[in-house]
Nanobody, 118 residues
């Protein structure tokens, strides 16, 4: 059984920084993608940033140059460093693990709230 647990959310002023962490409880192996998505009320969940087990990264255009995704496979942890935060970054941030083997498996954390005040 795989469980993802996020931490690091909170309230920050515009221009500030936060660092999110997500620990994966369970085995992480093979080709996989760890990353972050976010969701605001009434909107679909959207990609923020991901990093594959081969260190390939993918960012949404809205966070490029401000957010940095990284992972520590020895600790089964993925991070999201968020700098120059803006009010439009306010959302619940979810950690995601996508195993790319057959059969594919996908897991979500419960989310952590990030609120950016103007």
């Amino acid at each position: 059984q795989v469980q993802l647990v996020e931490s690091g959310g909170g309230l920050v002023q515009a221009g500030g920084s936060l660092r999110l962490s997500c620990v994966v409880h369970g085995s992480v192996y093979g080709l996989n993608i760890l990353g972050w998505y976010r969701q605001t009320p009434g909107k679909q969940r959207e990609l923020v940033a991901t990093m594959s087990s081969r260190a390939t990264t993918n960012y949404s255009d809205s966070v490029k140059g401000r957010f940095t995704v990284s992972r520590d496979d020895a600790k089964n942890t993925v991070y999201l460093q968020m700098d120059s935060l803006q009010p439009e970054d306010t959302a619940v941030y979810y950690c995601n693990l996508d195993f790319l083997q057959i059969p594919p498996r996908n897991y979500w954390g419960r989310g952590t709230q990030v609120t950016v005040s103007s």
